[in-house]
């Protein structure tokens, strides 16, 4: 089976997934003990969010460009992510044009910040739309 849709979330993408045989794990044994402990610490969302991002090491989003030997521009966005998000909430890092955005003509850039703001302005992509007007 295949898809022409772009990002699939929550209970359609696992079932998506055992449809293609990917063997799947319950939920719940994909949170650690300590990971449990840390939700518990800081149970309200806003609280998380400033207590990590005023932190020293508070958050561990990664970003990366590359040009190969061809000029061909790529980039990654892989995010630490922050506590306390709702369930089936998409974060910027998997959006085209948000965490990151590569195009040959114009350039490559990885975001990394505060997922929601980056998102609600397509941040990658209006960086490389600048580059783009001079």
């Known amino acids: 089976m295949e898809t022409d849709h772009v990002m699939l979330t ?9 449809s293609i045989g990917i063997n799947t794990v319950p939920t719940d044994t994909l949170v650690t003990a ?29 970003g990366a460009v590359a040009v190969d030997s061809c000029g061909n521009v790529a980039c990654a966005t892989s995010t630490g992510g922050i506590r306390h998000k709702m369930v089936g909430r998409v ?11 590569a195009d040959n003509r114009s350039g490559a850039v990885s975001c990394t910040g505060h997922g929601e703001s980056i998102l609600k302005v397509t941040l990658a992509r209006l960086i490389i739309f600048n580059i783009e007007q001079g």
Do not use: C, M
């Open 10 to 18: 929550g209970q359609g993408a696992n079932l998506f997934a055992e």
């Open 34 to 62: 300590y990971e449990r402990r840390e939700w518990e610490k800081r149970k309200k969302y806003v609280t998380g969010v400033k207590e990590l991002f005023s932190s020293q090491g508070g958050h561990d989003t990664v």
């Open 91 to 101: 974060g910027d890092s998997p959006v085209i044009g948000a965490g990151g955005y």
